[in-house]
């Protein structure tokens, strides 16, 4: 008999992905609905195009489930994300159709997620049928790891030094603990740190997206839990063992591969497969020589690790990054917006949009509303009334930066060209027609050129305003800027290490052009962008949020000659501001050091928005000492965070 909830117990969605599995999947969905699983459930599958008749079964047999049947089989990872498009719980649980969790499970998974707010994803203990424990979560994968199985150390290495790496044998996943990545038969997701980190990566059909989305979440500072206390009877390999056979392993190893390449680098990679290669290697002959049964299991993986076996024909992942899930429509080129509390400066982007002279037809505007408290939705609502732009609004309800949102726009839409702009700027008519015509020509990543507005110029010379001007490829900030969605892809788009707007922008541009890609500035393509208050208080509260600026130079000497100031500086007013601190500290013993400030206040004062009004400059050197200093000081925590010096 289905389960009846308490009145107010929390809502879960289990969304479910089958594949030709119909009597297995109907039994395991009946297990989960007729035990008490401590919250509210309600089942959503995706059937992929089955052959078998399981929609059918599945209508007879658990009428409860909401089952959506494809026309093709899209793979697992590709059904997965569709099965939270369908979901609007704040939980949601990937759960394998060979899967199904015992009396309270759910309940207890939620628990530990709210217990620990930082957890995207928390993973119950997996047993196999029978009550053997299944090992099911792991440690990224390192050399260390792929060193230690190469010798055999796991035969020789004590227990104690081999629980912390979560090896099999010593690691029993018996107690509760933050854990790199887990096997996806089931994932308890939070909603919210899925609309941050975003869905399951569909390069990979099925295999290796589990370690794909962990290791990303783990870039966007979310952490994976494993709660033993709830548990999950988990057949395994119900799917793919049957339809794919031996084509299996290829197609895990083609996958392993790829994530690999992006976890680990390109060069780090080919060592792992080389000591991976030798492991394999190692344990088939030990099982030929002793005579012992894995010895076929060992002669397949190391075909497998050698890349002599191959994935299911159409099935190996694409190695440029993940294919776009929604269609562009035609769209030659989208404009990404991220904004969070501007209604009224992005309902002037938006009308502006509405004025470029490039075709409606051939561009489409998404806006990546960034957990907003104003009217944003509603200005938003507005622009897609007038029905003059091809718009799409992707709501988030937690924060998550602009980096994310910004990824989350590019990700939405197939168009081959991305613009970035920002919800305070005001595009010129001709910006999309002269920065697609600069891609087009051949450049790999246009910026355009960015202006202050008119009538702004005096508030622009005030001694604390920030005002952004951009006249040559440089910085590529993302106030105005043009790439191609395949590089975007190749590299995976911002990071989400950077947290606040604070150099993702530049760091992005730099991992492209080390591809290859090709720079240009674009004159013709124009923004005003809106000139920051002179305000003391807020310039200085600005200054800490530049602590991952150091990541953009992090491992790439060239750039320091172009991007920085004698190598080891951000701004040049660095080096006199320290100075001037030091002489100001001295001086009333030595009164003489207070001559170190004088090369800073020179400085300051020859700035070309210092000539405007010298006087008012004057007064305000005593807070612009107090901002570099505080601009100093973040650089300083963010260079000690990633490690390498940027001051």
């Known amino acids: 008999m289905t389960q009846t909830p308490a009145p107010g117990a929390r809502r879960v969605d289990v969304g479910v992905v089958t594949f030709n599995s119909a009597v297995l999947t109907a039994g395991c969905l009946r297990r989960l609905l007729d035990t008490d699983q401590g919250c509210q459930v309600r089942v959503l599958v ?34 997965v994300n569709r099965l939270l498009q369908r979901s609007d719980a704040p939980w949601f649980v990937a759960l394998n159709s060979d899967a199904w969790p015992e009396p309270g499970a759910l309940g207890r998974l939620v628990a530990a997620a709210e217990a620990h707010p930082d957890a995207a994803l928390v993973v119950p203990r997996l047993l196999r049928p029978d009550g053997t424990v299944e090992h099911s979560t792991h440690r990224f994968p390192s050399l260390t790891v792929a060193a230690l199985d190469a010798v055999g150390g796991r035969h020789w290495l004590p227990r104690r030094l081999q629980a912390p790496l979560l090896l099999q044998g010593a690691w029993n996943q018996d107690e509760p603990r933050p854990v790199d990545w887990a096997v ?91 000591l991976q290669v030798v492991a394999c290697a190692r344990q088939y002959l030990q099982c030929r020589w002793c005579h012992q049964a894995d010895r076929d299991h060992w002669r397949l993986a190391l075909k497998g690790a050698l890349g002599l076996v ?71 609502a507005d622009a897609a009334a007038r029905r003059r732009l091809r718009l799409r609004s992707l709501r988030q309800t937690v924060r998550s ?3 994310i949102a910004r990824n989350r726009g590019w990700q939405a839409t197939a168009a081959p060209v991305i ?64 790439y191609r969605r395949a590089d ?73 000659p172009t991007l920085t100031y004698r190598w080891l500086f951000w701004k040049p007013t660095h080096p006199p501001a320290l100075a001037a601190a030091a002489g100001l500290a001295l001086a009333p013993r030595w009164p003489a050091a207070a001559g170190l400030a004088l090369p800073w206040v020179v400085h300051r004062l020859r700035a070309p928005a210092a000539a405007a009004d010298r006087w008012r400059h004057a007064r305000a050197l005593p807070g612009l000492l107090l901002v570099d200093l505080a601009e100093v000081a973040t650089m300083v925590r963010g260079s000690l965070r990633h490690k390498t010096v940027l001051l």
């Open 46 to 79: 995706h059937d992929n195009a089955s052959s078998d008749g399981t929609p059918e079964v599945l209508a007879r047999q658990v009428p409860e489930a909401e089952v959506e049947v494809a026309s093709t089989n899209q793979g697992f990872a590709r059904a």
């Open 184 to 274: 996806g038969a089931a994932w308890l997701w939070r909603r919210r740190a899925v609309d941050a980190v975003g869905g399951l990566d569909e390069r990979f059909f099925m295999y290796g997206e589990d370690l794909e989305w962990c290791w990303r979440a783990r870039r966007a500072g979310w952490r994976v839990r494993l709660e033993p206390a709830a548990v999950v009877r988990h057949v395994g390999n119900a799917s793919g063992a049957t339809h794919f056979g031996s084509a299996r392993v290829g197609l895990e190893h083609a996958n392993e591969r790829l994530v690999l390449h992006e976890l680990l680098g390109p060069r780090r990679a080919r060592l792992y497969a080389a």
């Open 310 to 380: 191959a994935p299911p024909p159409g099935l190996a992942p694409l190695p440029a990054g993940p294919p776009a899930v929604p269609a562009s429509g035609g769209a030659e080129v989208a404009v990404v917006v991220a904004t969070r509390d501007r209604a009224e400066r992005l309902r002037r982007l938006l009308q502006a949009l509405e004025r470029q002279t490039l075709d409606p037809g051939r561009f489409e505007v998404v806006v990546v509303d960034d957990a907003s408290g104003d009217h944003t939705p509603t200005v938003v």
């Open 401 to 403: 930066g602009p980096a």
């Open 419 to 482: 613009a970035f702009t920002d919800d305070d700027c005001v595009p010129d008519s001709g910006w999309l027609a002269a920065g697609l015509a600069a891609v087009k020509a051949g450049a790999g990543v246009v910026a355009g050129r960015t202006v202050v507005p008119a009538g702004e110029g005096a508030r622009a010379a005030e001694p604390f305003a920030r005002a952004v001007t951009v006249d040559e490829a440089r910085f590529f900030e993302t106030c105005n800027v043009f």
């Open 488 to 560: 975007l892809q190749a590299v995976g788009g911002f990071d989400p290490r950077f947290r606040r707007p604070s150099g993702e922008d530049t760091h992005l541009a730099l991992q492209v052009l080390e591809r290859g890609a090709a720079a240009a500035f674009c004159s013709a393509a124009a923004v005003a962008h809106d000139v920051r208050p002179g305000r003391f208080g807020q310039a200085l509260g600005e200054s800490w949020r530049w602590a991952d600026l150091p990541l953009v130079v992090k491992g790439r000497p060239w750039v320091r």
